[in-house]
């Protein structure tokens, strides 16, 4: 999925919700070392930076080159752009070799993965014993009973133009992703563990939020406009205003694991 987030990479910036900070510190404990992190398809090092904060050195890792491009730096993270070229050897030498890794993350961006390569990299990479993998996202964001109802008409015109079959398991809240790894007790193939996501937004942002989306660019450049000034309007409205601040939820799943051995 190489280009995907390119053309909204500023957007996808200061759009997303932030990750809660005890997710990690209890993966954190999960781990039996804290030397070496990777965080792939990291983006805008979102993740990444949470991680560093439990970590001696996280490796992150993405195929957007102007996704990284706006990555904040961080002493204890090295960002590296990783063509879809790159062999399995050569990236398993760039993160750190075969053992070496204590916790790999993904968040929101495995279900883009080439599967069955990337879980074969994280099997090799990862301590055994001692390593986790945990990979999540969300699908959908609660704002009030007058603003949903809207935000899911809209969310509906805009199926026909996402890639599939990656983004259904975002919409099946990764309940059929593949997962071959040892449950951790953070959920488990088949069932992912539901979370929450509570961030407070200004209108501005929940639009930012939408317009980050890749189906609203590949709309756009086959000539169909998914978010016309009527429908921005109408969402305005039901937010209550372009200067309201208002409270949301974004419904999140995880799911994380250890090499079976």
């Known amino acids: 999925m190489a280009g995907l987030f390119d053309k909204q990479a500023d957007l ?9 900070s005890e997710w990690f510190s209890k993966l954190a404990d999960l781990t039996d070392h804290h030397d070496l992190a990777w965080d792939a ?3 805008n090092g979102q993740a990444a ?7 001696e050195r996280v490796i992150a890792t993405d195929v957007s080159e102007s996704q990284l491009k706006l990555a904040t730096p961080h002493p204890r993270i090295s960002y590296h ?4 070229s790159m062999t ?14 204590d916790l790999i993350t993904v968040a929101q961006g495995v279900h883009w993965f080439d599967l069955p390569r990337f879980y074969a990299v994280a099997t090799r990479l990862l301590r055994k014993p001692g390593g986790i993998i945990a990979v999540w996202g969300y699908n959908d964001v609660i704002v009030s009973p007058e603003f949903d109802p809207i935000q899911y008409r809209f ?12 983004i259904q398991h975002i919409f099946d809240s990764y309940e059929a992703l593949p997962f071959p790894f040892e449950s951790v007790g953070m959920g488990s193939e088949g069932k992912p563990l539901k979370l929450e996501m509570p961030k407070t937004t200004s209108f501005e942002g929940i639009m930012r939020m939408f317009k980050s989306w890749s189906s ?21 409205q039901a937010w209550g205003g372009a200067d309201v601040i208002r409270p949301v939820v974004y419904k999140a799943f995880m799911i994380a694991g250890k090499v079976r051995v």
């Open 12 to 20: 996808y910036l200061d759009a997303r919700p932030n990750y809660p």
């Open 41 to 43: 398809a990291t983006g």
């Open 49 to 55: 930076l949470a991680v560093a904060e439990h970590y």
């Open 81 to 84: 752009h990783t063509p879809q």
């Open 88 to 101: 399995d050897d050569e990236l398993v030498e760039l993160i750190g070799g075969e053992n070496s890794v």
């Open 155 to 166: 969310h509906a015109t805009t199926l026909p133009f996402w890639k599939y079959p990656y």
């Open 216 to 236: 609203i660019v590949t709309a756009r450049e086959k000539g169909v406009e998914l978010l016309p000034e009527s429908l921005v309007r109408e969402l305005e």
